[in-house]
């Protein structure tokens, strides 16, 4: 359980993120994510990062259970922090990343997904953003990156999910496979990533991330002081409360 990193061929990095029973990742989650993100980029013999998970979903987000039994703001702040590293590190790797996604991807996943340089899903894969339904608020800077704006604000407003085959047509998803073919599918791509030259592919990754319209790492930064906001003004525990409770209301489009 945990986070880590293997080097199934010469000049890739597989890191897979396995918390049970849904990857719903605690606050040292995040970090280990970031580490190993960061730690696969700088080796100068890899030249792509393929993520993924074990288990039922790719991520299902923060930890909730944590935030509850933290009586302060300590699991809050630890999470919003993590999340913001884990992103960046996803983001600024110096190589490009491959995101291998099955089943769910909610909430953090979304953030790590919608700042990789290329999503591989499985046919069950689903995104979405249910923060309104968790007390939460942010990521919305990172589903702007895989749907177009009209359509991220309904899925934000509503905690609706996307299926991979949805966002295969708006191009933010390169394939589209079979669960049991997933990895590979990932792995193919991040092959022929990896046999370009070294050096010039992680000047590539900088010049793509140097022209990017959107400074993701700001834009979700300010999105995090609103959910700071609906904390101190009680709002978020209102809602965290009853998580659990009702079945999620996320459900894909018609």
């Known amino acids: ?23 719903a ?3 040292h989650g995040w970090y280990e994510l970031a580490d190993a993100v960061r730690t696969a980029g700088r080796d100068p013999g890899i030249r792509c990062v393929v993520l993924a998970a074990e288990g039922r ?3 299902a987000g923060v930890d909730i259970k944590e935030m509850r039994r933290d009586p302060g703001h300590s699991a809050l702040i630890g999470a919003n ?13 110096e190589v490009p990343v491959v995101a291998a996604v099955q089943g769910h991807c909610l909430g953090g996943g979304i953030g790590l997904v919608g700042n990789a340089d ?3 899903a499985s046919e069950d894969a689903t ?4 923060e309104l339904d968790r007390g939460a608020l942010g990521a919305a800077t990172h589903l702007a990156r895989l749907v177009p704006q009209h359509l991220m604000r309904a899925l934000y407003y509503t905690s609706r999910t996307a299926t991979a085959r949805e966002l295969l047509a708006h191009g933010s998803v390169w394939k589209v496979v ?12 991040a092959r022929e990533i990896a046999r370009k030259d070294g050096s010039l592919i992680r000047l590539a990754k900088a010049a793509i991330n140097g022209i ?6 700001r834009s979700y930064r300010f999105e995090q002081g609103f959910t700071f906001e609906a904390n101190l003004s009680g709002v978020a525990d209102r809602i965290r409360d009853t998580f659990g409770e009702e079945p999620g209301k996320g459900k894909e489009r018609a």
Not at 85 to 93: G, I, K, Q
Not at 178 to 189: M, Q, S, T
Not at 212 to 217: E, L, S, W
């Open 81 to 93: 922090r993590g999340c913001y590293e884990a992103f960046a590190a996803v983001y600024e790797c």
């Open 1 to 23: 359980m945990g986070v880590s990193t293997t080097g199934p061929e010469k000049g890739i990095s597989l890191v897979t993120v396995d918390f049970p029973p849904v990857n």
């Open 212 to 217: 990017d319209p959107v400074d993701v790492r």
């Open 127 to 130: 995104f979405g953003l249910p």
């Open 178 to 189: 079979r669960r049991a073919e997933l990895l590979d599918a990932a792995l193919e791509l």
């Open 25 to 27: 990742l605690p606050v």
């Open 118 to 120: 290329v999503v591989v």
């Open 57 to 59: 979903g790719f991520n």
